[in-house]
């Protein structure tokens, strides 16, 4: 079977931790699969937030859809672990940019990750160009 695999970049823009839940927790005793996408879209508000926006649709008059993940796990995370996430953003194209995570605790890799994120517009039902004030924020 052919393996997913993800290139990490040599930047990151963004850094923020979260602490493992009881929730997050899966009945093998460590950090569930659905708990990382969770993660992810948490750092991910994170850093739309650190961007100036108060969500993920409200940016410049329209909002994202997530159109595709990759996840792949490289380690364990357990119950009350601080989980380090960095995101990077590459790949960007008029209309849509992809969001690159690495996830870790205390110097091991968790997981590392891909969404990618395409813009859309709430109103009118479709997808739409990424505004140009928030294309200037996310090609730093």
Known sequence: MARVKLD???????????KVRIGDINYGGHLGNDAVLSIM???????????????????????TIQADTAIVYKG?????DE???EIAI?????KS?????????????IARAKTGIVM???DEGK?????????KKIQN
Do not use: M, W
């Not at 364990?76 to 009350?80: L, S």
């Not at 590459?90 to 008029?94: C, G, K, Q, S, Y």
């Not at 940019?97 to 890799?109: A, G, P, T, W």
């Open 8 to 18: 990490l970049p040599e930047k990151f823009v963004f850094q923020t931790s979260v």
């Open 41 to 63: 879209h948490e750092a991910r508000f994170q850093f739309f937030n650190s961007l100036g926006y108060k969500d993920e649709i409200s940016i410049e008059g329209v909002g």
């Open 127 to 135: 997808v739409c160009n990424i505004p140009d004030n928030f294309l």
């Open 90 to 94: 590459e790949d960007i194209t008029r």
């Open 120 to 122: 859309f517009n709430y």
């Open 76 to 80: 364990e995370a357990f119950h009350g």
């Open 97 to 109: 940019f992809d969001v690159v995570y690495r996830l870790s605790c205390e110097e091991k890799e």
């Open 83 to 85: 989980i380090t996430i």
